[in-house]
């Protein structure tokens, strides 16, 4: 007799396949139940600080690539930082130069240090210290490092994760979803600037520059499903706790003394180093020191406002001045 057939309980029946299947297609079928399909339990998003990563970056003198993986801790079969996201460092040595093509929609870079070249098809453009660039992904992307003496130190996150996920490749030319852009430092100060100068309500979360572009500007977001920000907290202040549905990840520009509470775990904070904050965890940022601190966070963000479920609550009141 088949046990499939005989009766049990739903939570603990097992997978079933197809009784008198008479085709392959026939054969793939899988049947669950509504007492165990929706019990999946995958392991947690660990919070984490790619310290030692920022540092070997920074460090180093030839041209290389380092990947901030969590792939093991998630159980997943691809480099990931969070389900949805990846991050990494990139060198490149003096007068030395990279290709990279990202298999993902897009790549979001930040300048930590140097000076160079970009050229995605016939898009070129000369990047320094600070910029911010967009690149598409499914593309050759060329790096050069045009200081003859000094390394030059970027760092990216691609949405690599999310198309591995469902084993897609990105779509290119014409109909690509994401065209090259480049946010230069001057440009990024004076808008900052705008953003700190303005008044700002108890609705408002936290002091932010927001990334878009002109494919983008109706969606507010850098990507389809990547938003970017540059987040600030004045010196003696704090970013007050909150949640979110999205997963953050996080590089420290700028903060002495300052630090991040994730869930009940304190993050201290470190030049250049990358943070990740799972989704739905309770957050806060935290100065101490004597400068704004600043900071850049990519969230999958672009998934949720276009699902409606970004679920974005503050969990302590506004304190009034």
């Known amino acids: 007799m088949n046990d499939r057939n005989e009766p049990r309980d739903l939570a603990s029946m097992p997978v079933q396949r197809p009784s008198d299947p008479r085709t392959l297609v026939e054969s793939r079928g899988r049947f669950f139940n509504s007492g165990n399909a929706f019990n999946v339990i995958l392991p947690s998003v660990p919070a984490a600080s790619f310290v030692d990563e920022a540092a070997t970056a920074r460090d180093a003198t030839a041209t290389t690539v380092i990947v901030c993986d969590r792939s093991e801790a998630m159980q997943l079969p691809f480099a990931a930082t969070t389900p949805l996201m990846l991050a990494r460092y990139v060198t490149i040595a003096p007068n030395d130069s990279l290709d990279l093509t990202f298999v993902a929609t897009g790549a979001i870079w930040y300048v930590i240090g140097g000076h160079g070249r970009a050229a995605v098809g016939s898009d070129e453009f000369a990047w320094g210290t600070g910029d911010v660039f967009l690149t598409p992904g499914g593309r050759a992307t060329n790096i050069v490092n045009l200081d003859g003496h000094a ?24 109909d690509a979803a994401v065209e090259p852009v480049h946010y230069t430092a001057r440009e990024i100060a004076l808008q900052l600037e705008r953003v700190v100068s303005a008044d700002r309500d108890a609705k408002t979360s936290g002091i932010a520059l927001i990334f878009s572009s002109a494919g983008e500007e109706a969606s507010r977001n850098i990507m389809p499903t990547l938003t970017l920000s540059l987040n600030t907290v004045p010196p003696g202040e704090h970013q007050r706790k909150h949640r979110h549905n999205s997963a953050a990840i996080t590089l420290i520009l700028r903060g002495d003394a300052c630090y991040s509470l994730v869930g009940d775990e ?14 739905t965890d309770p957050h806060s940022h935290h100065n101490e020191g004597a400068e704004r601190a600043l900071f850049l966070i990519v969230q999958d963000g672009g998934f949720h406002y276009h699902a409606r479920t970004m679920g974005f609550t503050f969990l302590e009141p506004e304190v009034s001045a």
């Open 151 to 174: 390394t030059a130190v970027l760092w990216i996150v691609t949405n690599e994760p999310q198309l591995a996920f469902e084993g897609l490749t990105p779509i290119t030319g014409l």
């Open 266 to 279: 304190r993050c201290a904070w470190s030049p250049y180093a990358t943070l990740v904050t799972p989704a």
